[in-house]
C-alpha cells in the first residue's frame, strides 16, 4: 500500500487542521493506520492509532482530548482532526500502515508495527 499524508500548515495557537491520508492499493480494510510524528532533534513518536473497522482507537496522552483519527475503508482515508493546537505540536506527522489481516482488532502504538509510511506533512503551530 502506499501512502499520501496532506493537510499540514502554519496555524497560530488555539487553531485547528485536518491532516488526511490516502491509501491506494487493495484491501485497505486489512490495515490498522496510525499518524505519528517527528519533531526536529527527536524521535518519532506515536499519536494515534484506529483499527481497520474504526471502532478502536487509541491516543498518545499529550492529545487526548483535542485530536481525533478517523478513516473510511469505502474511499481508503485515514484522518486526524486536530483542535486546540499548542506550540508543542509542532512537527511532521507522519501517516502509517499495519497489516494485522481481516478482522485483527490490533491498533498498535508502536512503530516498529507498522509496515508502510506516507512521506509527511508538515505542521507549525506558531504562539
Known amino acids: 500500500v502506499q501512502l499520501q499524508a496532506s493537510g499540514g500548515g502554519l496555524v497560530q495557537a488555539g487553531g485547528s487542521l485536518r491532516l488526511s491520508c490516502a491509501a491506494s492499493g487493495s484491501m485497505f480494510s486489512n490495515y490498522a493506520m496510525g499518524w505519528f510524528r517527528q519533531a526536529p532533534g527527536t524521535e518519532r513518536e506515536f499519536v494515534a492509532s484506529i483499527n481497520w473497522s474504526g471502532t478502536t482507537t487509541y491516543y498518545e496522552d499529550s492529545v487526548k482530548g483535542r485530536f481525533t483519527i478517523s478513516r473510511s475503508n469505502t474511499e481508503k482515508m485515514v484522518y486526524l482532526q486536530m483542535n486546540n493546537l499548542k506550540p508543542e505540536d509542532t512537527a511532521v506527522y507522519y501517516c502509517?500502515?499495519?497489516?494485522?489481516?481481516?478482522?485483527?482488532?490490533?491498533?498498535?502504538?508502536?512503530?516498529?508495527?507498522?509496515?508502510?509510511w506516507g512521506q509527511g506533512t508538515q505542521v507549525t503551530v506558531s504562539s
Open positions: 502509517a500502515a499495519d497489516h494485522v489481516g481481516w478482522g485483527v482488532t490490533r491498533a498498535s502504538k508502536s512503530r516498529s508495527d507498522y509496515d508502510y
